[in-house]
């Protein structure tokens, strides 16, 4: 007997094809809200033990939970003579201004890598990475003797200056990624239509390097916000962030050392979720990523 089914057709056809559009986008959301919950998860589950770290008074093994609470700690952080406020501030504007300049600097250094070819550039991608690959004690050690002799040690500009060595290979990298995959026709063509060179970098340019961007001052503003050795060794005590705060008090008081940890991740992770839909889907930036 001959199969008498036949294809929609038509008006048909369109509502099929509407319909597992439909399903495809519905799928897409719920994918997009539970990776979302997923992450929030993965983010906020350290911090409730240093949560409760931060308001126990008296937690002896092997209770779960404290067996009493105090609010003693969160007001030693907000207590003035602590100056933990302050500390956040000094650490946001040094991590806000390495961020800056890691942009600067690595957007340029990571479009002549992505985009050209020339001789030693292997070398220039090794002398890049090699901040990453020597260990950080090393590197800082003989930094200090320079910033010394300089007179930027035990300052700001130079906690700023040393926090650039782990963070510019990150931006450039990224950068260097997104550069590999970008298609300059697309500058030629709003040249030869008349746009300045201005012009044709706002509207062209940043637009398609946007998320590389986003990405690249994320890992900057974490490593440089999260820098313990060389804030100690270049600021020398003098130069107070969170870190140094938060490591003096982990052996003479867990309970503030809990509050000050909470208050130290909290940034960092508002930032990443600020930035995470530049970390995957349809905007994802790290794509290119080892195609230099």
Do not use: C
Request: net charge positive; no cysteine.
């Amino acid at each position: 007997m001959a199969d008498t089914r036949t294809e929609p057709t038509g008006a048909g056809a369109g509502a099929v094809a509407l319909a597992a559009s439909e399903r495809r986008f519905s799928w897409r959301i719920t994918g997009r809200w539970v990776g979302i919950t997923g992450l929030l998860a993965f983010l906020i589950a350290p911090i409730v033990p240093l949560f409760i770290w931060s308001i126990s008074f008296r937690w002896f093994y092997p209770a779960i939970l404290p067996t009493e609470y105090s609010a003693r700690a969160w007001t030693e952080v907000i207590t003035p003579h602590n100056d933990v406020l302050g500390v956040a501030w000094n650490t946001t504007l040094i991590a806000l201004v390495v961020t800056a300049f890691s942009i600067l600097l690595g957007v340029p250094a990571g479009r002549a890598l992505g985009l050209y070819e020339f001789r030693g550039k292997r070398l220039v991608e090794w002398m890049i990475l090699a901040p990453i690959i020597v260990p950080g004690l090393a590197v800082v050690l003989g930094i200090h003797v320079l910033f010394i002799r300089a007179g930027v040690s035990n300052t700001i500009p130079g906690v700023i200056l040393v926090h650039l060595v782990p963070t510019l290979p990150y931006m450039t990298l990224v950068m260097s990624g997104v550069f590999a995959n970008y298609d300059t026709d697309f500058e030629l063509q709003a040249r030869s239509l008349g746009a300045s060179r201005w012009a044709t970098q706002r509207h062209i340019t940043l637009p398609a390097i946007f998320p590389g961007v986003v990405v690249g001052a994320l890992f900057a503003f974490i490593i440089s916000w999260s820098q313990y050795v060389l804030t100690l060794l270049i600021g020398g005590g003098q130069v107070q962030t969170l870190p140094l705060l938060l490591f003096g008090f982990v052996r003479s008081d867990p309970a503030i050392a809990g509050a000050l940890s909470v208050v130290f991740i909290l940034p960092a992770v508002l930032v990443l979720l600020l930035s995470s839909r530049y970390l995957s889907g349809d905007n994802a930036a790290v794509g290119g990523i080892g195609n230099i």
